[in-house]
């Protein structure tokens, strides 16, 4: 009884939602009459089929292929497989429905990109969607016409190992990022035989699982899910994705794949989503695991009506929808609506008309030295420069002895990142490769130091092994590949002591961050925090040169080692970019998306944190730690160039708008240094009293802004007032009447200020 009201209930939002249909992207009616026509003549094994995905080219997928039972293949790439396993499709399939590939492209197919939080921190929004096209183009020409990304998923906890598939903790730059990846995947038609369709994920807000621990269970107020969480999503539905995928988590006590308020109300009904939602990969099968189904029917049952059209490798739709339909307990509106939604997106992909890919294209299109370029421009643009004392970067070129230690230096592998698409650690330039062909002249001592931990072991007992350094046993066995042996770690020293500048390393191996690497600690894995302490105290100029997937806990390398970068994974051309920035053929320009705990207690740490009642007192009465700082160790927004700007004049050219008026503010940047260089000007508002509480500060814009020595610039930044916006308590958009505050600021923590009044009308 109860499921057919829930029935009866998702059937009225469907319709309800349709008067919505239109507001992402006008239907086709040709396309809509050919899928009418289609759901006519298929059978339900056939429409469920077309909702179920299936993970490889085996010969039982194809097998289903040819049956008509399969909609989508995964992990099939390649155009001689793609093309082979189409062909069953289209030609021996009783209704010859093209089958839609779908990979993992995450940053990059094959010339792999720097890692989302990397890319992210150009804050150049051109660039990343010039990046996205790359891999498009690349993908494409390999069949893969479907990429599950962008990643979307705001995350404000660095010891879950997914943020650095995202871009960061911010929602106005992680929406601008998000839109410009979908606009780089699928280009202005995903028809064109080099786009592929965007896949936004993971819908939504996995990433507040609870203790940074991956796919553990999110609890959020509805304002925080609106305000934080769902912004992306909402433009990267604007920006046209294809598709959403669901999430892994349980999000208020409905998992995220079973979630009809996030998936019907708020993803069809309010913002006319009309692609389709596929599902993380078995999270239909994972509801039985959350204990909201008993069993897989029951599990597909609540997937399907609570919105998601397909199911990745779990099979479940497969096998248990066509009893489901044909008892009725789906609604046959119901499935015809999920099938229809999936028919959509491969008509307007053009499946119908070319489903195959012409195998000459890889040769061209894949691994070029114009996607290398643009990765190069991509990879110097990530790097973010932390610290620089007394200007020792850039290094003198014309420097005779260089010591570059470090494991990472040296590891084509750990270049590409933990998620490289079809990447081959073959293609990738190390640090120490970069050096080398920057300097061709120079002496460059290389030396290891120390093993960073194996992940082989810590994946066999994370409980042992875990980050710190394992204890050594009598045989050697259980420490040995984290000890720093003395012979590793007196190269190290030697190197350095012959050197005129030491260049290190360090950080985590790429697959100590990603999906299911989520960390209790953020030191510097195995001995590394001892070579850096060792090297340090040879008294030589030391540059720490950080590859990771989070920010680490680097307090000590902050107070005693000169100059810091952090590179996060560069892609295949890191070792190239890192010698640009350091030698200075290149300049940094690239700026935090989260902020950078001092200690891992102070987590979650965020810019856009709420006031409180006691933010500050001269007595001890007040929010914060009695032994920690509660600021972070550098801020979101944060990064150094080699030049200096100043920033003056601030002008509020509109003091008082009404919430139809837009807000424009203008500062004054000027380049004070002796070089060029290119600052990201930021722009933050506070609204001072609202019926709910605001964040200290929320960015609303930002520019990137390229001066010479001494020239100076007037940056705008204009904001509809309805923009500066929020939730009511009644989850209300409004923007309160009042005064608010703003800032033109080099980061989140800084900046020139002034105010401005929104009126009542
Ligand atoms: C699980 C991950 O959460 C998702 O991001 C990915 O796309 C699928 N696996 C497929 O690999």
């Known amino acids: 009884m109860i499921l057919i009201r829930r029935v009866t209930l998702a059937m009225l939002l469907l319709l309800s939602s349709c008067q919505f249909l239109f507001c992402q992207s006008a239907l086709n009616p040709a396309i809509e009459s050919r899928i009418d026509d289609l759901l006519k003549r298929m059978t339900v094994e056939e ?64 010339t792999i990109f720097p890692v989302p939080i990397g890319s992210a921190s150009s804050f150049d929004l051109d660039l990343i969607q010039q990046s996205e096209r790359v891999a498009a183009k690349e993908a494409t020409a390999e069949g893969v016409k479907w990429v599950f990304a962008p990643m979307v998923d705001i995350a404000r906890d660095p010891r879950w190992g997914r943020i650095v598939e995202g871009a960061g903790e911010d929602p106005y730059l992680g929406s ?29 807000a996995y990433g507040g699982v609870e203790g940074g621990r991956d796919y553990n269970t999110v609890d959020i107020s509805e304002e925080l899910l609106r305000e934080v969480y769902l912004p992306p999503f909402h433009a990267a539905v604007e920006a046209g994705t294809g598709t959403i995928m669901s999430g892994f988590e349980d999000l208020n006590g409905v998992p995220a794949t079973a979630n009809h308020h996030t998936l019907t109300d708020i993803l069809r009904t309010e913002w006319g989503f009309n692609g389709f939602v596929v599902s993380d990969y078995t999270s239909v099968k994972e509801l039985i695991a959350h204990g909201i189904a008993r069993d897989s029917s029951e599990a597909v049952l609540k997937a399907i009506i609570a919105g998601v059209d397909m199911d990745m490798a779990g099979g479940d739709f497969g096998t248990q929808l066509p009893a489901l339909a044909k008892s009725g307990a789906v609604p046959m509106t119901v499935l015809d609506e999920a099938v229809r939604r999936v028919l959509r997106i491969k008509f307007q992909a053009g499946l119908f008309d070319n489903p195959y890919t012409d195998p000459r294209r890889a040769h061209d299109d894949v691994l070029s030295s114009a996607n290398l370029q643009v990765e190069r421009k991509m990879a110097q643009e990530s790097i973010v420069l932390l610290k620089n004392q007394n200007n020792l970067l850039p290094l003198d070129p014309s420097v005779k002895t260089i010591a570059v230690i470090g494991q990472l230096a040296d590891s084509k592998a750990d270049q590409l990142g933990p998620w490289a698409g079809n990447g081959n650690a073959s293609d990738a330039v190390t640090p120490l490769e970069g050096i080398k062909a920057r300097l061709p002249n120079a002496n460059i001592l290389y030396a290891k130091g120390a093993d960073i931990l194996s992940m082989e072991k810590v994946y066999k007992n994370p409980g042992l092994y875990g980050f710190v350094p394992a204890p050594t046993t009598a045989t050697g066995a259980a420490g040995a590949s984290t000890e720093a042996t003395p012979a590793d770690l007196q190269e190290a020293i030697t190197a350095a002591n012959k050197s005129d500048v030491v260049i290190m390393v360090l950080g985590e191996l790429a697959q100590m961050t990603g999906e299911a690497s989520s960390r209790a600690s953020l030191d510097l894995p195995g001995k590394q925090q001892e070579l850096l302490e060792a090297i340090v105290a040879t008294g030589k100029p030391v540059v720490l040169v950080l590859e990771s997937g989070r920010p680490l806990h680097i307090t000590w390398a902050n107070d005693h080692v000169p ?181 033109v600021a080099p980061n989140s923590a800084e900046g020139i200020t002034g105010t401005f009044e929104v009126s009542a009308k």
């Open 176 to 204: 601008m990022v998000a839109a410009a990846r979908v606009r780089g995947f699928q280009g202005s038609n995903i028809a064109d035989p080099q786009s592929v369709i965007a896949c936004a994920k993971h819908f939504v």
């Open 563 to 743: 100059a810091i970068m952090q590179a996060w994974f560069p892609g295949v051309q890191a070792g190239n970019a890192i010698a640009d920035l350091l030698f200075g053929d290149a300049s940094p320009s690239a700026r935090l998306t989260i902020s950078w705990p001092r200690s891992i207690g102070q987590i979650p740490t965020y810019y856009n944190h709420k006031n409180t009642g006691r933010p500050t007192s001269e007595t001890r009465w007040h929010t914060g730690y009695l032994d920690e700082s509660k600021a972070p160790l550098f801020p979101f927004g944060y990064g150094l160039t080699y030049t200096n700007f100043k920033y003056g004049n601030l002008h509020v050219e509109t003091s008082t708008i009404n919430p139809s008026e837009t807000l424009s503010v203008s500062a004054e940047i000027e380049n004070t240094g002796q070089r060029p260089g290119t600052e990201v000007v930021q722009f933050y508002v506070h609204d001072r009293v609202a019926n709910t509480s605001r964040p200290v500060r929320e960015l609303k814009g930002f520019q990137r802004v390229t001066l010479a020595p001494g020239e100076h610039k007037s940056v705008e930044f204009s904001v509809n007032a309805n923009d500066l916006g929020s939730y009511d308590p009644d989850m209300k958009w409004v923007v309160p009447p009042g005064t608010y505050d703003v800032w």
């Open 47 to 110: 429409k469920s089929g077309q909702l179920a995905q299936y993970d490889g080219d085996s010969a039982p997928n194809l097998d289903l292929v040819r049956q008509g039972r399969a909609g989508s293949l995964f992990n099939v790439f390649g155009a001689d497989r793609t093309n082979a396993a189409q062909r069953i499709a289209v030609e021996k399939s009783r209704l010859k429905i093209p089958l839609l590939f779908g990979l993992d492209v995450i940053h990059g197919y094959r």
